[in-house]
Nanobody, 115 residues
């Protein structure tokens, strides 16, 4: 069983930065594709960024150039560096791991960007 625990959310002013972390338990981390998703109340969860086990990254158009996803396999942790934050980035951010067609989710961390 894999557990994902997010941290690093909080309140920040527009234009500011936050770094989210997601610590994974278990021995599968290095083989997992990791992603960050976000969801606002009443809306569908959407992909923000992902990183494959080989380090290939992809981003939603809305965050390209502002957010950076990275991983540290030695620490079983994936990060999301968020810069130039906008009020529309306010959401609950969820960590996701996919390995061997099995998907795991964290419980989420709230990011609030004030204008």
């Amino acid at each position: 069983q894999v557990q994902l625990v997010e941290s690093g959310g909080g309140l920040v002013q527009a234009g500011g930065s936050l770094r989210l972390s997601c610590a994974a338990s278990g021995s599968i981390f290095s083989r997992a594709a990791m992603g960050w998703y976000r969801q606002a109340p009443g809306k569908q969860r959407e992909l923000v960024a992902l990183i494959t086990s080989g380090g290939t990254t992809d981003y939603a158009d809305s965050v390209k150039g502002r957010f950076t996803i990275s991983r540290d396999n030695a620490k079983n942790t994936v990060y999301l560096q968020m810069n130039s934050l906008k009020p529309e980035d306010t959401d609950v951010y969820y960590c996701n791991a996919k390995v061997l067609a099995v998907v795991y989710w964290g419980k989420g961390t709230l990011v609030t960007v004030s204008s």
